[in-house]
């Protein structure tokens, strides 16, 4: 190694180390960069740009070489046989060229490896034939121990570099595998050199030199302009390849853009329309042209827009332009500027345009025609009711308001007509809701034709509203002229159905000029209406007021009733009616108001039933009677009326065990009487009810039997334990024939069926003795005894022997839990 560095530092001119250097880094940099655009070239072009890398490789080697042996002074005169330097050339080339065919070809990770060795073993054989074709005065002679250093070193460092350069991609990879062979080309050079022995000979004279020092210099100078200027031309042709490939890439990528865009822009939903700043149309879509009914001609021939607009015109395709336009922020600094315009065709565009930042803007129009459809619509939907298609609450009230607002500012007046079907309940409840809705519909038509220039409405369920311009008079005349005109039945599903109308009437501005007070005004009317006898007609008095005011009052006060200790329970007796022993009693709730005395249940029941009290009433009714029963010390037997409210509250089974399990009173002693329409409304979940109280042991009593419409089938869905013969038939018994017919009908059906039969309203003894007669089993009224306070018949309860007939007898007419009393006519005492 010493013998080296002597030679690099005393045989080799200073400069001669960096300028190889140099040289040597350029070249291989040079050809790695063209060898590494092999792998994107197509087959033919690679094998081109493969010499290519050869050529400035092993070039670069050459001239390295020869730059070092310019700069090499043995002591001797030198010169270089021409076909022996070319040679080496040549050598230096092709082992370049197959060094790195090894080294991309074989893909496997010793092929770098390989093909490096190939190559410090190509550069060990031009450099020791470069040095055989030199020409001196002396003999050579080697150092075999430097010469393998020399080739061991370079083909090792050739061998890395080549493997890198292989194994990794990129900029930085290919400088430091150029590095890395260029210090194992310098390494085996000097390495070499320094293996050199020359021995002058001054026997030998000097030969023809052949190559000089100065052609060999301007050769490899030559040589090295050739090998940069060949480098610079291919990575500048291979970049301008790789723009145009590009270029090519990004056009074609460009056209397909293009072809996409124009493609949306034809199929879009809207037409659009760009317009530069100078006024001329750039763009226009199919949609545009359909909408606009311009020719696809003219819009080829990229006129201005207002051209477009003068077509427009003359044609006749915008008729009618709305100016009411509005600007609209957009997501951007822009804004867009929105109106409406409609064609002559009836088609309504939404024309959306955006100003561009160079003076232009973009123009969309959206056909809105089927949108404004569903809006209006969804507008009437909203102001109309669905089955009748009359207009509804809301929009009704929006009339009125207007109507009065108008009233206030210019006079007049006008009426609202509440009305009410008379009877429509049981038209569902027996035809269903199917004909229910026809029957609305048809009433609805019928309002719409009796009401003249009035304003019909549904409010809701059978419940409509009219609204009148004019006074008193005009408004007694429609609603006379609409109550008349529900005399005539209703075709619905080939039955024929008689309903009524009730009709409450408020005015403005005589009972008030705003809506929500004409309004509660008209339904205390309608309310007035029903009240006296259903199928007429009320007009709105202050004393309706003062009314609703005093039920509002009783509504509070019943509320509070059952905790102030007001409420109390009557009992009216029931008897056998062979033996006439007595055998149980009928709760009555009365009530003793603390300021207006004894109120009468004929009002306090029916407030009661319309506000809801009526459960937690019957409840109260129920857990008191059960309390007091279980304290009589005979087993007689407590009847209590259930009310269609508190029937059908899921929980009232367990709440009428819990009674009987907090008061202790026997199931089989309590009996609780339904009335029909409580189980026709919904029979299935009615008899569920009934079955479950029954499994308990408690006594289930029909009430009323013989009133409703559907008695036989109500017999048929349940087995009751008793039929209560209703008062209105027992009290025409001696008066006509009929009546004992039908008490005699149900009196059989009940032994038929093995049910008791109770007859209540027994008030004369020929009503007792024709009973008895029948064989009715029990019997109840006020010739057995009136509904009083249970004290009073304390005798009874311990002692129930036969009651003697009570003086003045009273008539029992009460429903639900509660009975209501009224003076016998024909009898007193």
Known sequence: MFRAFVCLTEEHTAWVVPLAACVCWISCYAGLQIEQRVQTQPKGRALVWLLAASFSIGAGVWSTHFIGMLGYDPGVVIGYEPLTTLLSLIVSIAASLCALLIARATRVWWSGIAGGLLFGLGVGGMHFLGIAGMMLPGHLSWDPTLVVAAMSTGCALSAAGLALHTQRTGTRSRIQAATILTFAIAALHFMAMAAVHITPDPSLSTPDLGLARGVLAAGIAVMMLVILTFAVLTLMLDHLRTMNAVLTQQGGSLRNKTVVLDATLDNMDQGLIMVDAGGVVRVCNERALALLNVPREMMQMQPTYRSVLRYQLRHRERRRSDRSGKWVQTEGPQQAHVQECRGSNGVILEVRTVPLLDGGFVRTFTDITKRKATEAEVARLAHHDVLTGLPNRALFHDRLEKHLNELVTQGGSCAVLYLDLDGFKGVNDTLGHLAGDQLLRMVSNLLTSTVGGGSAARLGGDEFAVLLTGGRPEASAVASRMIAAFDTPFEVHGSRIKVGLSVGIALA?????????????????????????????????????????????LERDLRDAMSNDTLSLHYQPQVDGLTGKLVGFEALLRWTHPVRGNIAPSVFIPLAEETGVIVSLGEWVLRRACTEAALWSKPLKVAVNLSPRQFHKADLPEVILGILSETGLSPSRLELEVTESIIINNVEQAVCILRRLKSFGIHISLDDFGTGYASLATLQAFPFDKLKIDRSFVSQLGTGPQAAVIVRAVLSLGRSLGMGIVAEGVETQMQMRFLAEEACGEMQGYLFGKPRPIEEYADAIQQPDRLTRDEGPRINTEHSGVRQERPLRCHSN
């Open 509 to 553: 501005p005589e009972h008030s000029i705003d809506a929500e007070c004409l309004y509660r005004r008209a339904d205390l009317a309608l309310y007035r209406a029903k009240a006296e006898g259903r199928g007429t007609f009320r007009i709105f008095t202050p004393m309706m007021d003062e009314e609703a005011e005093e039920r509002r009052g």
